[in-house]
Every structure is written in structure tokens, then in C-alpha cells.
């Protein structure tokens, strides 16, 4: 269903005369789900945020099926490409039905009526995401978790093949992190939308991720199937920290566990800095 | 497991009452600002009869009512109802786009800037009509942009530019006052004007400007109406729905200043009529529709109501700019200590 191909390509980019991306270069495999993962300041939101044109890059481009998407009038792209912001406003007492509807503006236009296909994909969004019945509630009065979901239906509502979501976890509890995650990977699943998300824990990335993505200095520096990207010499590269990866016996994905300078216990090759030093 | 396949009537009708609703507001306001003037028409220190009224309206002369009617209550009350819309219009359309009740034209100073350049080219350049206008909404726009530059670091945040402009503000009524005093042969009530808004002495020739001016920039704005109520939801998501943001945001100041700018000249900065429009929309739409159309009548009422109590209700005869500005500065300090606890948003 979704065989856009989003390409960014020597992307150069920040704000104010900070450059943040430095001839960043990423194909986003159709279909699938990316997450991107990096330290703070490496420029992963800054990334996303040029992927989705809330910033001009100043060299390079970001194609969208051979077309850059800043030569794409704003509204077409809003009907391939969505994105959920990192923190979006809820005006004061909407309603999550009127919110979700919210989504449908790229498909409208000044003289065009609220059509039933508009009332399907508000319908869609809602059921997709279990919040049909909380559609009459204001959103102020929800909980964190249905919130993001809330969000998440408006961005569905856009019936988007290409979604970017940047942190969607963030400030959630981890039974919601969970429900958003599996939310977006059955999204993947029955809809086949690409996406495209920038996590903060980097177990979650490799447990949700099709194709993992390591940014750091503003440059892709690894990029692959989880188990290709998250190691030991990944993570240290990447986050300057020592750790193991082992695999999760939940998920058969890999697991890093982070070595610190506390509470190591000393079994087989674990903690081997440690032991060096404290000999 | 079945899946109700119900949901989508829900959907439908959710939405059809929040479009009832909306159509239902509407009709009341309107209703609302014809009543008012009806009887701003028939009943003041006199009363019409309303016969007498519609024979002055569709032209007849008649003895007494001629005068009252036609050349006074009439002249009054279209101008306050068109100085109204575009108060409340031009304020709601600054409120939503910075999502902020605060940052509206007259507490940014965009009022009070269209004010002292009309005041200048009255008092000083002795200029007159609708050139006056054009120097006011001159003025405004360079007030905006003013604010807009001295508040712009790292883009515009909300909280900064009205800081600014409350600045501006003080500023440019300081030169109001200062070029009112200079002025020697001005009398209290064309002082009153410039400095609360006042519709003492108006005349129907006044209106056409003013009426052009409303439909050309409250037409532009009405346009690019859906465009502006993805600000709301933050210029991120705005931009994700496929709103260009900064073209949004440029054509909305322009529209904006361009209301407030004319009906300043006309009326004088009539006070916090577009400051209170948009909130006071926006507590009886909710979010059924657009707050553009809604503010722009409840401006129309605020202004018809509060100069007919000036006028008759009040004991001696004030402004219309003195009874909004006693509605307004409570309002005014309320949301200021509610913001400072909640943090605020239209």
C-alpha cells in the first residue's frame, strides 16, 4: 500500500547559525518502522524535523518519491507525510473527537463540505487507537496516556502512508509507552504506514524497530536491523558508555545493559572495566 | 469479538450537534446586535415609535423623528456596529494566532499606535476622511512589525511580544496624550475619543470606509479562517497539517491591523472591545467552529451595548470607551493572575 520513498541526502542543517546536521544521508525503508536513537544534541529531533519541513535545510534535500519536499505544495504533502510533534497544543476544552477531526485540513479545502470519507477516517483513527469512547471528553481531562493516543488518532485521521513521530513515549508511564508502541507497530501492520519515530530508550528502539538508526554528530553512524546496530561498540561509540548487549528473552531482541561505576557484580566478561580498575 | 459497526453514526453525530450548535450561536448573536439596535433606534432620551423609525430608515421624511433618528441615533449605532465587528474580529484573529488572550491589538499596542498616528495626522497635518485611515493602518503595521522585531529571538515567543508590546503601548499613549495637550483648540470630547474611543458625533459618511475596510480585510481573514485555526494546535502541527505557518501568519497581521486600524480611526481605540471579544466568543462556542464570525458580533454587541448604557443608563453621559474600558480591566487583571497560575491559552 505505502511505496513512498523518503530520501534525505546530504542534509545540512540547524538553527541560527548553529549547524546541527552535517550532511546527514538516510533512505527510510518503505513499510517499515524506523526509529532513530542518539544522545541529547545529537541532532535526531533536529533531523526529524527537517525530514518533515518544519526546517529549511541549508545544503542537501529531503526527497520525497524523487520530488524535495520543500518544492511540494504544503498541503499535497500533508496527505503523504504526517507528523507528530513533540508537544502539541490542545486549544482549551476540545473535545477528542474535534480533535481528531483536526486531522482531516489537508484534505480540505475553502469550499469543500465535511464529506462522509472525512467521517470515516475520524471513525477509523478513533477505533484504531480505542478512543472512540472517550470521543464526547474534553482532552484536558484525560490521562497522559490516552492523551498521546488522542494525538495520535489526529495524525491516523490524516491518513498519512509516511508518519513521523518525534519521542512519542516521552513523560509517559512505561504500561503506555508499551500500548503507544504496540499502537504504532499494528498501525505498520494493518495499514502498512511507514514509520518513522525518535525514541529516547534505546530497548524499546531495538524492540520496535525494523530498521535502527544511530545518529550522532549530526551524521548517521549506523544504521541496520537492531541486532546490527545495537552493540556494545555502538553504544559506546555512539554514548561513550560501557555496557553488555544480550538478548531479551521476551522479545529475542537485543538488550543493553549499561555498566556503571556502581553496583557491578563481577561474573564472566561482565564489568571487565570495572575489574580492571579496582585490581 | 464484533466490532460496532455504529461507531460511525457517533461519529456523524457528534458532529452534527457541534454544527448545530454553532449555527445556533450565531443566530442568537445576530439576533442579538438587531435587537440592540432596534432599540438604540426607538428609545433614548426620547421615544420612536417604531414605525416612525422604519418610515426614517427607508428614506420618508418625519417631523422630529428625521433628526433624532437619521441624523443622530442611526449615524451612531452603524458605526458602532461596524467598529464592533472589526474590534472583535481583528482581536480574535491576533488572540488565536499567538494563543494568547493577551495579545490582543489594543494590550500590544497596534491600537494605540493606529490612535496616535490618527491623532498626528488630525491635530498636526490637519488631514481629515479616509486618509486618516490609511495613516492609521500605516502606523499599525509598523507598530506590528515594531513588536514583532524588538520580541523576535529565536522566533516569537508569546509571553515576550506582549511584554513588548504592553511597552509600545504605554509609549504611543504618551504620545496620544501628549499631542492632545499641544493641541489647544481641541475640546474634552474630541480629546475623550482619541484617548477611550468614543462614537459622539458620528456621521453616516464615515461608515463607507469602514465598511470597505471590513469586508476587504475581514474577507481575507474569513478565507484563510481554517488555516488559522490550525495555529491553535501549535505551529508544528500546524505545519504538519500543511498550513504554511509564516504566509498564515504575515496575511493574518496584515488583515488584523487593517480592522483595527480603521475602526480606530473612526472611533478612536474604543477600549478592550477587541481584547474581550474573542474570550467572550470563545466561552459560548467552545469549539464548534471557527471563533472569527462569533467574536467579530460579540465586538458588534459589546460596542452597541456599551454605548447605549453610556448614553441612557448611566446617570450623566459617557464614551462608549469608559464602559468597555470597566467591563474590560477586570477582565483584564483576572486572566492575568488565572495565566500566572495555569499558564494560558484561547
Known sequence: MTDHLLVASGLTAGYDNTEILHGLDLTIPPGKVTVIVGANACGKSTFLRTLSRLIAPSAGQVMLDGKSIHRTPSRELARTLGLLPQSPIAPEGITVADLVSRGRHPHQSLFSRWTRQDDEAVDSALTATKTIDLAERPIDELSGGQRQRVWIAMALAQQTDILLLDEPTTFLDINHQIEVLDLLTDLNGTRGTTVVMVLHDLNLAARYADHLVAIADGRVQISGTPEEVLTEATVRQVFGLDSRVISDPTSGRPIMLPIGRHRMIAIGGMGDASQKESA | ?346
Not at chain 2, 99 to 110: C, H, Q, V
Open chain 2, 1 to 346: 469479538m464484533t466490532i460496532p459497526s455504529s461507531t460511525i453514526d457517533g461519529v456523524i453525530a457528534h458532529r452534527r450537534k457541534s454544527a448545530r450548535r454553532y449555527r445556533l450561536v450565531l443566530a442568537v448573536l445576530l439576533t442579538l446586535v438587531a435587537a440592540i439596535f432596534a432599540v438604540t433606534l426607538s428609545v433614548g432620551q426620547s421615544i420612536t415609535p417604531p414605525g416612525d423609525v422604519l418610515r426614517v430608515l427607508v428614506g420618508e421624511p418625519v417631523s422630529g423623528a428625521s433628526f433624532t433618528v437619521g441624523q443622530l441615533r442611526l449615524p451612531r449605532a452603524v458605526l458602532s456596529i461596524l467598529a464592533g465587528l472589526c474590534f472583535g474580529l481583528g482581536g480574535v484573529a491576533f488572540q488565536v494566532m499567538l494563543r494568547n488572550p493577551l495579545a490582543s491589538p489594543d494590550i500590544i499596542g497596534i491600537s494605540s499606535g493606529a490612535g496616535a498616528a490618527a491623532v498626528f495626522a488630525i491635530a498636526v497635518l490637519s488631514m481629515n476622511g479616509p486618509m486618516v485611515s490609511v495613516v492609521a493602518i500605516v502606523a499599525g503595521l509598523g507598530v506590528a512589525l515594531l513588536v514583532y522585531g524588538l520580541s523576535f529571538r529565536n522566533g516569537v515567543a508569546g509571553t515576550r511580544l506582549i511584554l513588548v508590546g504592553i511597552g509600545v503601548s504605554a509609549m504611543l499613549q504618551s504620545v496620544i496624550a501628549y499631542i492632545l495637550q499641544s493641541a489647544p483648540d481641541w475640546n474634552l470630547q474630541e480629546a475623550m475619543r482619541w484617548l477611550t474611543g468614543s462614537v459622539n458625533g458620528a456621521q453616516l459618511g464615515q461608515a463607507l470606509p469602514l465598511l470597505l475596510a471590513l469586508l476587504f480585510f475581514g474577507g481575507l481573514l474569513l478565507v484563510r479562517g481554517r488555516d488559522l485555526e490550525t495555529l491553535r494546535l501549535g505551529d508544528d502541527t500546524a505545519a504538519a497539517l500543511g498550513t504554511r505557518v509564516s504566509q498564515t501568519r504575515m496575511l493574518v497581521i496584515v488583515a488584523a491591523v487593517g480592522l483595527i486600524a480603521s475602526a480606530t480611526a473612526a472611533t478612536g481605540p474604543i477600549a478592550f472591545v477587541a481584547f474581550l471579544s474573542g474570550p467572550i466568543a470563545g466561552r459560548i462556542v467552545r469549539n464548534d467552529g471557527s471563533l472569527l464570525t462569533p467574536a467579530a458580533l460579540t465586538g458588534a454587541v459589546l460596542v452597541l451595548l456599551a454605548d447605549y448604557v453610556g448614553q441612557h443608563v448611566l446617570p450623566g453621559r459617557y464614551p462608549v470607551g469608559v464602559v468597555t474600558g470597566a467591563l474590560g480591566a477586570p477582565y483584564l487583571i483576572y486572566l492575568i493572575v488565572r495565566i500566572n497560575r495555569i499558564g494560558g491559552s484561547l
